[in-house]
């Protein structure tokens, strides 16, 4: 429950995280229904919004994404090309550089499953007015960028004893 005289962070903050700790627990849901580690799953999801945002990933970015060595994510990678879930493809004008693309399947797969929280979503906000939700996306969009500015630079001092 929201508080008038709590600060701004206090109030907005927590809900955040509340809905990034749902995101993840959506994330283990999707791996479970489509029989893959979670890993997997969350590197699928990278690769399928990455491609929805017109700006496929790289194996070195995919790694960064889900924070892991560039190693395991080449094992990763084998994995998910063997089961049919990716392809890696050189289409760029340095043969040198690989992109990651789902396959057909998998995006139908991952479609049929977010569509219906996509719905629920989209009329949860339905009520706000266009100037609300702007407000929405700027506030989210700032702390976002705060956040990864400091996950980026984070502080140098050292913790006292």
């Known amino acids: 429950m929201s508080h008038p005289d709590r600060v701004p962070d206090q109030r907005v903050v927590p809900h955040l995280r509340e809905f990034a700790a749902v995101g993840d627990e959506l994330g283990r849901l999707f ?3 489509k029989q893959m580690h979670v890993t997997d799953a969350a590197a699928m999801v990278a690769i399928l919004s990455a491609e929805d945002e ?20 080449s094992i990763l990678l084998n994995r998910l090309e063997e089961a049919g879930h990716i392809v890696r493809t050189r289409g760029h004008s340095d043969r040198r550089v690989v992109t990651l693309h789902s396959t057909p399947a998998i995006h139908a797969a991952a479609e049929a499953f977010f569509a219906p ?27 976002t960028s705060v956040t990864k500015d400091f996950v980026e630079h984070p502080p140098t001092t050292e913790p006292t004893s």
């Open 31 to 33: 791996a479970r229904t």
């Open 54 to 73: 017109g700006a496929p990933l790289t194996p070195a970015r995919l790694a960064e994404r889900i924070v892991l060595t560039t190693g395991a994510t």
């Open 117 to 143: 929280l996509a719905q629920r979503q989209n009329d949860a906000l339905a009520g706000y007015t266009a100037t609300e939700l702007a407000l929405v996306e700027s506030a989210i969009a700032r702390l």
